[in-house]
């Protein structure tokens, strides 16, 4: 019995989800981030990207995969995954965003117009803060090894104190 004991509980610990890591990012809209923020306020992370933006696949294969990257975003943020040519309307609060020509091929969305200042270039990662207000939108293809220093500076509200470069000084790695 008291071998059993000690499995059963490490079988629930596990089976559980305590003890797991995410496998992968659960990505939601960024309506959903909104909603979520409301009750349990955390940073969001919005993945900014294109259907034919070969970088954006790349980074979503590479980057968004990395076990590291996976677990830290899954812990910290919400993820959003933003189609910046979406047709549709989004309504965030009390804001509602459209894509003005939606008939026109690659036409960005309003609402990635206004993450991403008007600089439109893909991909793009934008981070917001808990009330939903922009901290910084980062372009290009991001490595898991560049990504994750950022992760860390943004979460932690070291941008708010700590000059990027002297953070990148002392930031020690997990990859």
Known sequence: MRKILPLLLLSFYTVSGFAQKAEKIEWISIEEAFEKIQKEPRKILIDVYTDWCGWCKRMDAATFTNPEIVNFVSQHYYAVKLDAERKDTIT????TFVNEKPDQRRHPHNIAIALMNGKMSYPTIVYLDEGFNLIQSV??????ENLEPILHFLVTDEYKTTPW??????????L
Request: hydrophobic letters at 15%; charged letters at 20%; glycine letters at 10%.
């Open 92 to 95: 965030v609060g009390n804001q």
């Open 139 to 144: 372009p290009g293809y991001q490595t898991p």
């Open 165 to 174: 470069e002297e953070f990148q000084k002392t930031f020690k790695s997990n």
